[in-house]
Each structure stands twice: as structure tokens, then as C-alpha cells.
């Protein structure tokens, strides 16, 4: 079955800086793939998603890249914030499938 | 966008009792909805796909008897935590996906076993 790895576990960035955190999956059959952003003790909610048919989208100061090929994928936030402190999970989902799997989370702190 | 429902928020319950976490989809059906256990500063591990008139699928080394699930309708979803011991205090969480679009997820529900 599919399997995502992501990077780093946490990661502590200066507020105003850009942020990257990285995913790789395991199965090149899949074509979705989404971040979602958690804050504590809340729902996870998506920020982004991506399609295997594209390489690159960009909503403001989120932008997801795709690679296909390394079947790697990142997410990319600039001018970071404090309110973008939180945990941050990509995951993967196979064509046709219903089922995400989740990597293992970044926790980002923004630090003022 | 779709609203996923969860209830309760938080449950506290004694030892060797039971007890029940249902999802609904508000505003579409959903023939399939994911069970979710998530430990402090963890991830989110699927525990079982739950499919509407049929039975749940289950993951590797989540009991099945103790983790009932129950799909009766396209809008609910329910788990049902057997036997509960301190162990299994957690936070549970569902979510659901429209035609293989953006995954809702519930509020979670925060189980407690004393």
C-alpha cells in the first residue's frame, strides 16, 4: 500500500521567513495530494491540494510543487506568520481510491 | 463547503464500559467515511474505512471487535469502543470525502477511560 513520509518533524522559522516542509510517497499510482493544517485540538483543515497532472499551484502565500518522477511533493509558505503555528499533514491518495494516507506531521513554530 | 459533524467532543467513561462516537456528513452523502485515532503530537492513523451497507474495513492491528463501526446510512457513521480501558484514551476523529475531492473532517472527539 502507499506510504508518505514527510520532513521535518518540526520546524521553528522567523517570522517573515518562508517555510518548506517535504513528502515523499510510495506509490506512483498516486494522484491526489493535499496538506492540511491542524491547530490544537482542532479538526485538521485543508490548505491546499494538489493534482498529479500539474506541477506547481500557488493560493497566496501557499504553494504546493509536485514531482512526479521522485514522487516528492512540498509544501511552501512565505512571509510566514504567527497564526501559521501549527501542525501541518500531507498525505497521498490513489487513483480512484477514497482512502488518504497521512505522513507523520510537521509541527511549525513562527517565531515573532 | 461540506461540514463533517462529530459527537461528542468529549467523553469521559469508567473502565470496561462503552462507548459510542458518531460522524455525519451534513451536507452530502457519503457512501465511505474514515475512523481516525490520533495520540498527542501524533498523526493521524486510519483506523478503518467505513462503507455504507456493508462492513468496515479494518487496518492492520486495530481490533475489529473492539472497535465496532457501524455505516447504516449515507449521512452516519459510528464507532463504538468496546470494553474501554486507560488505553484506549484518545482523540478520535472522522472524516469523509466528496467524489474523491477535499476529505471533511469532524471535530474529534476527545475519549477519556478512568
Known amino acids: 500500500g502507499e506510504n508518505v513520509e514527510q520532513h521535518p518533524s518540526t520546524l521553528s522559522v522567523q517570522e517573515g521567513d518562508s517555510a518548506v516542509i517535504k513528502c515523499t510517497y510510495s506509490d506512483s499510482a498516486s494522484n491526489y495530494f493535499p496538506w492540511y493544517k491542524q491547530e490544537l485540538g482542532k479538526r485538521p483543515q485543508l490548505i491546499i491540494d494538489?493534482?498529479?497532472?500539474?506541477g506547481e499551484k500557488k493560493d497566496q502565500r501557499i504553494a504546493v510543487t509536485l514531482n512526479k518522477t521522485a514522487k516528492h511533493f512540498s509544501l511552501h509558505i512565505t512571509e510566514t506568520q504567527p497564526e501559521d503555528s501549527a501542525v501541518y499533514f500531507c498525505?497521498?491518495?490513489?487513483?480512484?481510491?477514497?482512502?488518504?494516507?497521512f505522513g507523520q506531521g510537521t509541527r511549525l513554530t513562527i517565531n515573532p | 463547503g461540506a461540514v463533517v459533524s462529530q459527537h461528542p467532543s468529549w467523553v469521559i467513561c469508567k473502565s470496561g464500559t462503552s462507548v459510542k462516537i458518531e460522524c455525519r456528513s451534513l451536507?452530502?452523502?457519503?457512501?465511505?467515511m474514515f475512523w481516525y485515532r490520533q495520540f498527542p503530537k501524533q498523526s493521524l492513523m486510519l483506523m478503518a474505512t467505513?462503507?455504507?451497507?456493508?462492513?468496515?474495513?479494518?487496518e492492520q492491528g486495530v481490533e475489529k471487535d473492539k472497535f465496532l463501526i457501524n455505516h447504516a446510512s449515507l449521512t452516519l457513521s459510528t464507532l463504538t469502543v468496546t470494553s474501554a480501558h486507560p488505553e484506549d484514551s484518545s482523540f478520535y476523529i472522522c472524516s469523509a470525502r466528496r467524489q474523491f475531492t477535499e476529505a471533511f473532517f469532524g471535530q474529534g472527539t476527545r475519549l477519556t477511560v478512568v
Open positions: 494538489i493534482r498529479s497532472n500539474v
Open positions: 451536507d452530502f452523502q457519503a457512501t465511505t
Open positions: 467505513s462503507n455504507e451497507g456493508s462492513k468496515a474495513t479494518y
Open positions: 498525505a497521498a491518495s490513489l487513483q480512484g481510491a477514497q482512502k488518504l494516507v
